[in-house]
């Protein structure tokens, strides 16, 4: 089936780099994009016989959002302990509020509300921490796929150093893990996703087994890597054999090009060339990284030196799900950044932060740049006419940049997963 998309397509092919339509032409075969036009006439013929059309009239269409690194669980505590460093924060709230998980009908709940929010708010594909238990992750990733959203969810795995309340033991960790991997196999757009939570959670021995189950059934990887001061030093006491965090998971196979490691604050020169030359993402969560005290990623620096970098909501050390807003943090942090640095950092633009909470983090779930030919389309259609009535009328590269700053839930009128109309 041919559909025609009509409307102003903007989008994010190279970092930095903006390509605009005006009431341009998107042309989709079985929710596969297959061309972008300027104009009818350049469609080819094969293309428009048939073909339904949806125009948009002036509203953008833009690439829908990916939020490479969120804790599902955490959904209830959104906003909470934001007067906590980190680890302070998680032995307070967070394992307290994750083991409430064991409940299956509170998990669905929960779930369903959290879904529902992130499709609602142009977010189509995601990077997604569960909890340890299985049957609230199997939960989680089928209310997800229902509602239309893309990508990986992971049983988090932890068998030490997280108290009473929240553990598992190695063998009950390993045996849930592989039960799991049975449960979600019949899913299509969600797939799972191996979740050490962070090295002090696991044990070596756990550690060892994800990894070559990692590496046995090719299954991309999540963690946490160098986010606060304080767990980087406590990592060096757990693993002394390793100079530096990445390598405590480096040696169990759990750092390559599968793998998406949130924040990296404090990662050095070393450590940001080790993530080049393995091919890892960092999940740059900016709005978490200040809520908990931990720092400002150097993101220019990572780009710069070729580092691949996505966006992240990273709730609920993040305060929002709204990856528009996310993006918006990403650029305050920044310019904090190029504040901090006497000014010799560049804070981001708002080109740039698009194309990290777009292509960026596609590119981890295997799509190309921006609106690419052959890729499945991820779109949402922005209504901006209740905006601020401006003194002008602004060009369409003004009101791509305002949308970010002013847009709120009902001005997404329209979401594309996957080449579905889900909204």
Known sequence: MNEILIGNIIHAPKFGTLEILSRGYMVLNDGKIAG???????????????????????????????????HAPQYPMLGMGMDLPLLEWLNTYTFNTEAHFANTEFATKCYTAL??????????????????????????????????????????????????????????SKTETLKWLDDCADLKY??????????????????????????ERNLPIQSHLSENTSEVAWVRELHPD???YWESYKKYGLFNDRTVMAHCVHSDER????????GVYVAHSPDSNINLIS????????????????????????????????????????????????????????AEAYYLATTGGAKFFGGGDGFAIG?????????????????????LRERFERSFYLMQEHNITDVFSAGRKVI
Not at 199 to 212: A, H, I, V, Y
Not at 303 to 330: F, K, P, Q, R
Request: aromatic share 6%; with cysteine.
């Open 36 to 70: 972008l036009y300027k104009n009818e006439a350049e469609i080819p013929a094969n293309y428009t016989a048939n073909a339904i059309k949806h125009d948009f009239g002036d509203k953008l269409i833009l690439q829908a959002f990916c939020d490479t690194h969120l």
């Open 115 to 172: 879904a529902n929010k992130m499709i609602r708010n142009g977010t189509t594909r995601c990077c997604t921490f569960s909890s340890l238990h299985r049957e609230s992750t199997n939960i989680l990733m089928r209310i997800f796929e229902k509602v239309g959203l893309t990508g990986f969810v992971g049983k988090v795995n932890m068998d030490r150093n997280s108290g009473d309340i929240l553990t598992e033991t190695t063998e009950q």
């Open 190 to 215: 969600i797939k799972p996703i191996i979740t050490p939570r962070f090295t002090p959670s696991c044990t070596n021995e756990l550690m060892d087994f994800l990894g070559k189950l990692a590496n």
């Open 242 to 244: 390793c100079k530096q």
């Open 271 to 278: 450590e940001r060339q080790a993530m080049i030359e393995n």
């Open 295 to 350: 720092g400002i990623a150097p993101v220019r620096k990572m780009m710069n030196e070729g580092v691949h970098v996505t966006l992240a909501s990273d709730i609920a050390g993040g305060s929002h799900l709204e990856m528009y807003h996310v993006l918006t943090d990403a650029i305050k942090a920044s310019k904090g950044k190029k504040i901090q640095t006497d000014y010799t950092d560049e804070f981001l633009t708002v």
């Open 375 to 395: 890729d499945e389309l991820h779109a949402i259609v922005i209504d901006d006419s209740d905006f601020s009535q401006p003194v002008r009328e602004l060009t």
